[in-house]
């Protein structure tokens, strides 16, 4: 009888799916967990979808395990990456970078500059790569260098080539179709496991050309909640611990065995202006907006940090471009209603501003992939609701910005800007303020003088004429305010004391694990 | 559950190719209507899935615009679809628009995730639930009923993403036995198991204690007990058992409840599910994925439906055959 069997075989198969289910979820190699003392565990907000450079999130350039032709330093000066050195001829229109001899891929074959010309190439191809954005005519390989030749001169080059999506990558790394399918790079770690997208665990490559990594084996672990992050590094169960909230910094600041290390990075929080909506088109509008902000008050309350509130776009740490002479933005209520007044509008009946019978309401579309983003939407709305700004706030996907400002009706857009994401501040500059307007900078707003500087600055220019060019752009996005600054942006991690050595890369290119040690 | 009703002789095979008609029909309604929603969704497609791939600091217009002709999203919408339903008789469940890699890679991972997790969590639920609820309904209104009222309300009261926390704090933090988060080796899945669980257990209980007090009462426990069968084989062979029959099919339900729950517990331990690959779906407009996901977890719940028929047949004392059962 049917039934009888499933009688007897019902809790058998049940116990046998329990099993390999189990099973299933404990196949994973001897899994690095608290006991394992020789694994630097890392924890970061950063999930992995792709093992293709472009679509990492240069996840795997800060794990070491790819590299790029170029590198910086700490302060964002270039130093040689994979390349040696680098040379311009044809008057700045073809560079030459160099490759060292005798370097190993990380499944044994050796480097040739086919391979990174190759990889390059791949680069230039995708749309979403700065290198894209290049004039780049052909990208060759001559002996054991690379060619790159350019359509015209673009100073920016090796700055280009520090980016994540440019790595060089083995030809075992690709698919006949040319799709990465696995990351074979040259840097002193190699992949061991790879479990998209939140586990990624890297070893020592013993065949690396430089000093050898004191550490063995990196596990590096996606984990999406702030909350869990922060038990994690309290808790010692990661040993560097990447993006805490201000909660989880202040439990970290009272547990033991633990610090905080952080660095300002150079991204300012800023609202992206339409310069056409009929009211903000008015510089005297933007002004009072940005005098109706309590930057340090919201910089206190979002970010617990009073002293990041932004005076001016560039912060602090791009040392060359923030301008410490500039007149600090500063609340002044009283002012910006002046201004308002100025620019002929009146409070209507329910205290709104209105001019010609229309009010003053504007959206601010935002975005929660940075916590603090919606957070600092519903301050400034109160902000601006004190000078009669009647703001709607809509936090969305990331995408509708660009989008919203493609089809010309974005208002007002917050938004977390990396202005150094080449490493050269001038190439994201460059892209802020073209004429044309740009997806994640000016709109509908360009200016001569600040555009003459930016020519000037791509030209090569000399030391002085560069710094002046600088101090130009800085004064002219402060004077009419295209994008109102808001806050500067600190990066933080979670130390834990059992390692030693950790520096952190304001430019998050790579978290330099090769230089930790065990501490004693 | 209309198997137990069923009156024809061998039902089982009847009932398998019923509720396998049922999936297919199922799964071409729920594909079309995921694929409908997404296209009504506001917000341009093509830079959805630009943001996905790259990241926000990397998606511009021209990003969008090479994702847009690489995927030919301009095409017209019911085209789109009608390939992916082509594809599907062929087996194939397309590539995510995302990441570029087959649906089946990128599901594999997250349903055996989301299957181990909701497995454990509705065995722990039964045990913990099922236990007190036994307990409880020993005497009702008793004081252990009464702890057990307290224990379902505070259970059902904490949200899950709450009671994990706490979880953590205590036996991870404090007292060091398990990992917070992550999914490596078995002691990683013990903590998500057991928020989910502790969180079901409430209700468990209360279905529990309230069915054992019920069949208690009936005619057939109590001529069990008056032929002088001890309390303890009367609960094993007559409670128990016909408790099973009502607590089956709700613990059926729970799973099906469970399996669409696990987003919050999901992301806070790490653990990857398909939870965790519906969200991203939804908010990368990446179509493929989201079908494969609704087709997944679709065609789970007519498995989950199938299997309680099953059991609850298995279980049932009730005379069934080849005779008619009222």
Known sequence: MEIHRIRRTAPRAVATLITVLAAAGCAAPAAPGAGDSAVLRVAGPFETHSVAPVESDGLFTRLEVVETLVSSDLEGDLMPGLATGWDESRGGRSWTFELPADVTFHDGTTLTADAAAASLRAAAEEEASPLAAAPIRGIEAEGDAVRIDLAARYPALPAVLTHYSTVVLAPSSYDADGAVTEVVGTGPYRVERLELPANIEVRRFEDYRGPAPQIERVAFQAVGRAES???LAVGDQADVVFGLEPAGRERVDQAPGVAMESSLQPRSLLLKVNAKDPALADVRVRRALSMALDRAAIADAVLREPDLAATQLFPPSLTAWHVPTLDPLEQDVEQARELLAEAGWTAGPDGILEKDGEPLRLTLTTYPDRPELPALATAIQADLREVGVDLAVDVTNSSEIPARHADGTLDLGLLARHLALVTDPLVTVAEMFPPEGSDWGAMNWSDPALLDAIETLQSDADDTTAARARTTIAETAQAELPLIPVAWYRMNAAVNERVAGFVMDPLERTWHLSEMEWAS | MGLVSAVSGNRLPGVLVRRAAQ????????????????????????????????????????????????????RPAWQQYAEWVLALFRLDLGESLVTSRPVVDELGLYLVGTLQLSVLALALAALIGGGLGVVAARRPDGAVDRLVTGWIAAVRALPPFLLGLLLVLLLSIQLGWLPAVGHEGAASIVLPALTLGIGLSGLFARVTRDAVVEVRRSDYVRFAATKGLSGRVVLLRHVLRNTGVVLVPYLGVQAVTLVEGVVVVESLFAWPGLGHALVHAVFWRDVPVLQASALVLALLVVALNTLVDVTVLWLDPRPRGRRAVA
Do not use: H, M, N
């Open chain 1, 229 to 231: 992050r922060a038990l």
């Open chain 2, 23 to 74: 999936g297919v029909g199922v799964a071409l309604v729920v594909s079309a209507l995921c694929f409908v929603v997404v296209r009504a969704l506001p917000g341009d497609a093509a830079y959805r899935i630009a943001a996905g791939r790259y990241g926000y600091d990397l998606v511009d217009a021209a990003a969008a615009d090479a994702v847009r002709a690489e995927l030919g999203l301009d």
